[in-house]
């Protein structure tokens, strides 16, 4: 079992900048990938970036150059720094962590980017 633990979302405006963080737990030793998805009102879940165990990261195209997904193995910690927000990035964002077999989720936070 894996538990992923989202936090640092808000409420930012137009141009501002977020930084998120999902901290793992359990056995963390059969993760390969991990990832941040998006899910607005009405929408379907999105890949947002995933990165390797190894550090190789993608990006949907309509952040790349704003955001930039890290990953710090000895903490067990996914980051997503988010830079130049967009009200359409207004979304629940959730972590997701990838092993052999399966697929485990957090809770999702909020990011909310309004003037």
């Known amino acids: 079992q894996v538990r992923l633990v989202e936090s640092g979302g808000g409420l930012v405006q137009p141009g501002g900048s977020l930084r998120l963080s999902c901290a793992a737990s359990g056995s963390i030793f059969s993760i390969n990938t991990m990832g941040w998805y998006r899910q607005a009102p009405g929408k379907q879940r999105e890949l947002v970036a995933g990165?390797?165990?190894?550090?190789?990261?993608n990006y949907r195209d309509s952040v790349k150059g704003r955001f930039t997904i890290s990953r710090d193995n000895a903490e067990n910690t996914v980051y997503l720094q988010m830079n130049s927000l967009k009200p359409e990035d207004t979304a629940v964002y959730y972590c997701?962590?990838?092993?052999?077999?399966?697929?485990?989720w957090g809770q999702g936070t909020q990011v909310t980017v309004s003037s």
């Open positions: 997701n962590a990838v092993t052999s077999r399966l697929i485990y």
């Open positions: 990165i390797t165990r190894s550090g190789s990261t």
